[in-house]
């Protein structure tokens, strides 16, 4: 009987913690496809896409070649 007891006790503790990853995995995509779609129109693929500006911020890239 105490045997029964436990072996729910961990079976509901193991669909809790189930539903918790399943929830964070949903809640993860949701905020991926959500920046994706806010940010589609502010990044380029192309140089040629690229507006005329006088300053822009180019991401990734290092100041000087060598570390001068």
């Known amino acids: 009987m105490i045997n029964r007891i436990l072996l729910l006790i961990k079976n509901k503790r193991f669909i809790t913690v189930v539903v918790l990853i ?11 496809i959500k920046i994706e779609y806010s940010s589609k129109n502010k990044i380029f ?16 890239t290092i100041k000087y070649i060598n570390g001068m």
């Open 22 to 32: 399943m929830i964070n995995i949903i809640i993860i995509d949701f905020c991926d």
């Open 45 to 60: 693929k192309s140089i040629k896409n690229i507006p005329n500006n006088k300053v822009a911020l180019v991401l990734g």
